[in-house]
């Protein structure tokens, strides 16, 4: 049974009269809340505690991904080494101040209240026994047949419960007061600690951040040839590619339009010439060029038979490739050729395919074909009235690699596959590097421009008439 509870039984069996007190009352309101909003705070402070745990072994473990990722060869391996040390250090740091200076407070401000509240439970039975003593006391006073030896002893148990329960009572009635008062003092000091730990940790933190910063971008300003390509979102208003340069040709020829650019760095020579380099798939990773295509195989040994050889084109067609002349444009022999023909044959055959179809290095294509396709007239340009062809025919050219389109207005091209250039409508919208043409199978069984043209990258095609 609770002590509200036995007080009102008593109260009802006429047995003891209610003693009010409502300033003590509103006192236990306020200690009630005040627990409350302690023990709430507690819990959201461990909960704050556990979080930056959490945070500091997230922390870790990126600092420690980059140490594993960062080579030893690069700038500033020392300097990262020791700013993941400073990090969990510094996370550590922070975490047990929080501990010293705002948990253990708090458990020690709350440590208080269950004593408090202990005797606040006892002071409440008191109060019982000393409104039952004096009922007991009155009743024996007012009895028709009085009996002075038990009202003596009524008497003297009324004044021992009253005693007891006025030490309790006076003294919750200075303590109550007084601890409800104590809260804003605690709350500011509990909050101050905390932002002032959590404004000098992020001090500290930023400068960390700042010094890794610093070395990686001395690291990016070292290798700045390696920019990370980001992908270029079309333009709905734009049906071409918007400032596009030629990429180098696939025998690492070296580029001498203008420069080649990504998002933030100029792209250094070797970078463009490296020949492990593999094909992207799409146009817009370099933003301001066609794709790069894949540098042709080179044969290792003389004694390599003909079927291993792999053909750009068709069985029909195997390219020479000479890794001590990078701008040596690959050469077609014709069908029935002995693949291991002379090197002056072959020399002679590439003279002649370069007479005919123009060198399938970029700095020569650039100057024969790109003026021809803006202008919309070429050499020979009575091709172009043919019947046969699409309006505005220029010339023929055969993909050397796969190309994957990513745009609805690029074409998707497989080796072999044989594409009609023809001019662009608007000639402001061609983008150096680029063409416009329709695939030969299409046009042959659609007659339809609309729908089956598109640009492609240039330096992945060569011409073939």
Request: a negative charge; charged letters at 25%.
């Amino acid at each position: 049974m609770s002590i509200t509870t036995e007080h009102e039984v008593l109260q009802k069996l006429g047995k003891a009269d209610e003693t009010k007190d409502e300033q003590f009352e509103q006192c236990v309101q306020n200690f009630n809340k005040q627990l409350s909003e302690g023990t709430r705070l507690q819990k959201d402070l461990r909960t704050y505690l556990a979080s930056v745990k959490a945070m500091h072994e997230a922390s870790k473990k990126l600092t420690e991904c980059l140490q594993e990722v960062y080579e030893p060869d690069w700038p500033g391996r020392d300097d990262t080494n020791k700013i993941a040390e400073n990090n969990d250090l510094l996370w550590t740091d922070f975490h047990q101040k929080l501990v010293d200076q705002a948990l253990l407070t708090m458990d020690t401000y709350l440590g208080q209240f269950p004593d408090i509240k202990s005797r606040i439970a006892k002071r409440g039975r008191k109060l019982v026994d000393y409104d039952s003593a004096r009922h007991h006391f009155e009743a024996l006073q007012t009895a028709k047949k009085k009996d002075e030896t038990k009202i003596a002893k009524a008497e003297e148990e009324l004044v021992k419960a009253q005693k007891v329960f006025e030490e309790m009572n006076v003294d919750l009635q200075e303590e109550l007061p007084s601890l409800w008062n104590s809260r804003v003092g605690f709350y500011v000091n509990t909050f101050q600690s905390i932002a002032g730990l959590e404004e000098n940790f992020h001090k500290e933190m930023s400068k960390l951040n700042q010094n890794l910063h610093d070395v990686l971008l001395g690291l990016d300003k070292q290798y700045s040839g390696n920019a990370f390509p980001i992908k270029a979102q079309p333009s709905d208003s734009t049906p071409a590619k918007a400032n596009k340069s030629p990429s180098p040709p696939p025998d690492g020829s070296p580029i001498t339009s203008p420069e080649t650019k990504t998002v933030n760095h100029e792209l250094e020579p070797s970078t463009l010439e490296a020949p492990g380099a593999s094909i992207p798939k799409s146009p817009s990773q370099l933003r301001k060029g066609p794709p790069v295509p894949p540098p042709p195989k080179v044969t290792p040994s003389k004694e390599i038979k003909q079927e291993n050889i792999i053909s750009l084109f068709d069985d029909n067609f195997v390219p020479e490739i000479s890794v001590t002349t990078p701008s040596q444009p690959a050469e077609a022999a014709h069908a029935g050729a002995e693949a291991a023909g002379s090197e002056a044959a072959a020399g002679g055959e590439a003279s002649k395919t370069e007479a005919d179809s123009g060198s399938s290095s970029l700095p020569a294509v650039v100057v024969e074909t790109f003026p021809a396709t803006v202008n919309g007239t070429v050499e020979g340009g009575a091709s172009s009235e043919r019947a046969d062809m699409p309006p505005g025919f220029l010339f023929k050219v055969q993909a050397m690699h796969d190309y994957t389109a990513t745009d609805s207005d690029e074409l998707q091209l497989k080796a072999g596959d044989v594409v009609l250039v023809i001019p662009f409508e608007n000639p402001e919208e061609q983008d150096e590097g680029w063409l416009m043409g329709v695939k030969e199978s299409d046009w042959i069984q659609h007659k339809e421009l609309d729908q089956c043209r598109g640009v492609f990258p240039e330096n992945f095609t060569e011409r073939v008439q």
